[in-house]
């Protein structure tokens, strides 16, 4: 059942603290609504560009002069398509809350070293707790801070001349006792720690974070939350558009009797689907067949949250998917897990479990669940690495809400706003 990884796809750190789904409602017509092309652009911190390179970008607008609305929406997908990845008519990096690692990893590793849309970066955690990533080069000469720096206090030492930098990026010492430089600031990135992991806020357009990421209640008796880091090549936006594909849900998963259960709701950066089906497998045998109920919350495209519940067995579980943009052709992908039981739950083995000591509820509930998850997860990967962004692409009834998805997700591009003078141009 467990897909081998296709080649490109690494998974990383497995013992890291050892560390999907589907409404039918607005399927009808997705094809005909599917918006069009969404490439041009590329991005980084500090402004927008077109990932096709100057000369791309060039050929690009003169294109666009003469073509209009829809040559335009064209153009701007041909010139992504010569710069980047040919399988993306996407920019690789979209803004959003994206995932550094698991809260714990800074504890064990010390710093972490991370590649983030395109930057390398830093991560650590101060003596008083709070977590911070930074730009990996050091400001004075541009040793890796990922792999040559140690924490002390609430600062950063660099190994390479020990100069250190305070939690605002201000260097307080040199190596060598002399007056700090002034305009030696190391550079740091938004941080929020959530639901057991750390995460930095990225926008092309180099905008502060309008919107965050909410902590998930926890009532009750929860097993840790297990994590695992699966590189692949891939995009973002694709991995969260499998939260309203429900075309693949019985194709790739198995899942049966598939059911929506209320319409796409949508909600600033916040897209939320619920769906019904019965599951094949179960966990252990148990359950083989139930029925789980699935609430989705993809919080723009780098961070999702699923609350899965099998009524019928008395397990629930909750998933995060974090999927990061690397390098522009990679995703760093994490994959969470904890576990519960659903209150007032009968039959034989929520009874057991209910009563079963803390550290073994851990090890029946969490790791096998954790393992069965990642199991369904491994089943999308190879797709995921292999897929192209077909756009627009040929909808039929039973795909899912695909084409509110992609408009939803235009958001997350400011590099793509429409030029005044083309979005006034009626549509022929
Ligand atoms: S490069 Fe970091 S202190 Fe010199
Ligand atoms: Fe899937």
Redesign the pocket.
């Known amino acids: 059942m467990v897909a081998a990884l296709p080649a490109g796809a690494a998974e990383a750190d497995p013992g890291a603290g050892e560390a999907e789904a589907a409404g039918a409602a607005d399927e009808a017509g997705e094809a005909a609504e599917a918006d069009g092309a969404l490439g041009h652009g590329g991005g980084g911190r500090g402004g927008s560009t077109c990932a096709g390179g100057a000369e791309a970008h060039a050929a690009c607008s003169r294109e666009s002069a003469r073509t209009g609305a829809n040559g335009w929406d064209r153009m701007r997908e041909q010139s992504t398509l010569a710069g980047v990845n040919p399988r993306f008519s996407l920019p690789p990096f979209p803004s959003g809350w994206y995932g550094v690692c698991a809260a714990d990893e800074l504890a064990r590793e010390g710093v972490v070293a991370r590649t983030i849309c395109g930057r390398e970066v830093a991560a650590y955690r101060t003596a008083s707790g709070q977590p911070r990533v930074v730009d990996a080069a050091?400001p004075?000469?541009?040793?890796h801070l990922g792999h040559t720096s140690r924490v002390e206090g609430e600062t950063l030492r660099?190994s390479?001349?020990?100069?250190r930098f305070d939690a605002t990026g201000r260097c307080v010492e040199t190596?060598y006792g002399t007056r700090p430089p002034p305009k030696c600031v190391l550079a740091g990135w938004p941080v929020h720690e959530v639901n057991g992991f750390v995460l930095a806020w990225f926008d092309p357009a180099g905008r502060a974070p309008s919107w965050s990421v909410p902590a998930a209640p926890k009532e009750g008796r929860w097993t840790r939350t297990r994590s695992r880091l699966i590189r692949l090549p891939a995009h973002v936006q694709d991995l969260a558009e499998n939260s309203v594909d429900v075309g693949h849900l019985s194709h790739v998963h198995g899942y049966r009797d598939i059911e929506s259960l209320g319409a796409l709701v949508i909600d600033g950066p916040v897209l939320r689907a619920r769906y019904a089906f019965r599951h094949p497998r179960g966990l252990w045998g148990v359950g083989k067949n139930a029925r789980a109920e699935i609430d989705i919350r993809v919080h723009g495209l780098g961070y999702s949250q699923v609350e899965v519940t099998m009524p019928e067995v008395g397990f629930r579980s909750r998933q995060f998917v974090l999927a990061t943009p690397a390098d522009g052709e990679h995703v760093d992908l994490r994959v969470g897990m904890c576990m519960s039981l659903v209150a007032g739950a009968r039959g034989a083995m929520p009874r057991v479990l209910a009563r079963t000591p803390g550290p073994l509820f851990d090890r029946l509930m969490g790791g096998i669940g954790f393992r069965a998850f990642v199991a369904d997860v491994q089943a999308d990967v190879p797709i995921w690495s292999t897929k192209h962004y077909v756009d627009p692409p040929g909808l039929a009834e039973g795909d899912g809400p695909i084409g509110r998805y992609r408009r939803w997700a235009r958001q997350f591009y400011p590099q793509l706003a429409r030029p005044a003078a083309d979005a006034a141009t009626p549509a022929a």
């Open positions: 050091c004075h000469l541009g040793a660099c390479f001349h020990g100069f190596g």
